[in-house]
């Protein structure tokens, strides 16, 4: 019912930056949040960044804070991650994520992912 495709990911050394990208779309009403989160092998997902879509607000997880920066185009319903000075622990595999009602406002609010993008920061 929402599709989120994600990109912009890849290589990089230590230092360096990357932007991702993830654009929703299918059947949205509408969006209540959407963010990034991070998975490596053997640990859980974590959060990344989160944007709320009423108050405009953002959240950051404190170890990408000051480097990371989530932005949003809603009339796109697509958002970014900026990453800049990246580190060797950064990497992961990004997730894109959307809370959103499909059709109509009196459908319940649902979580969706995206396929994941990887992340690779040498040092």
């Known amino acids: 019912q929402v599709q989120l495709v994600e990109s912009g990911g890849g290589l990089v050394q230590a230092g360096g930056s990357l932007r991702l990208s993830c654009a929703a779309s299918?059947?949205?009403?509408?969006?209540?949040?959407m963010g990034w989160y991070r998975q490596v092998p053997g640990k859980q997902r974590e959060l990344v960044a989160t944007s709320i879509t009423s108050s405009s607000s953002t959240n950051y997880a404190n170890s990408v804070k000051g480097r990371f920066t989530i932005s949003r185009d809603n009339a796109k319903n697509t958002i970014y991650l900026q990453m800049n000075s990246l580190k060797p622990e950064d990497t992961a595999v990004y997730y894109c994520?959307?809370?959103?009602?499909?059709?109509?406002?009196?459908?319940?609010?649902?979580?969706?992912w995206g396929q994941g993008t990887q992340v690779t920061v040498s040092s």
């Open positions: 299918g059947n949205i009403f509408s969006i209540n949040a």
């Open positions: 994520y959307c809370n959103a009602r499909v059709w109509t406002v009196l459908a319940p609010l649902s979580d969706y």
